[in-house]
Nanobody, 121 residues
Framework: QVQLVESGGGLVQAGGSLRLSCAAS???????MGWFRQAPGKEREFVAA????????YYAASVKGRFTISRDNAKHTVYLKMNSLKPEDTAVYSC???????????????WGRGTQVTVSS
């Protein structure tokens, strides 16, 4: 079992920045982790993912160049630094763990409850 707790969300003006954190407890050794988001009335979508070593990262086209995913395995934590935020980035952001290798799809094994990010124009 793995528990994931996200933090760092909030209200920010367009152009601003936030850093989300996802603290994991349980079996995370060797796992990949991802960030996803879901806006009201829309389906959940992939945002970013990172391999266990941190050497491989993947981003959705809509956030590439603005968001950076990183992890600290000693702290069992993955981060999402979000710069140049836009109103369309408004969503609930959730992190997830996957054991079968890094992926950009939704087939992750454990999910957190999410943290709200609201970007005002």
């Amino acid at each position: 079992q793995v528990q994931l707790v996200e933090s760092g969300g909030g209200l920010v003006q367009a152009g601003g920045s936030l850093r989300l954190s996802c603290a994991a407890s349980g079996r995370t050794f060797g796992s990949s982790m991802g960030w996803f988001r879901q806006a009201p009335g829309k389906e959940r979508e992939f945002v970013a993912a990172i391999s266990w070593s941190g050497e491989s990262t993947y981003y959705a086209a809509s956030v590439k160049g603005r968001f950076t995913i990183s992890r600290d395995n000693a702290k069992h934590t993955v981060y999402l630094k979000m710069n140049s935020l836009k109103p369309e980035d408004t969503a609930v952001y959730s992190c997830a763990v996957r054991y079968a290798g890094v992926s950009t799809d939704l087939k992750y094994d454990y999910w957190g409850r999410g943290t709200q990010v609201t970007v005002s124009s």
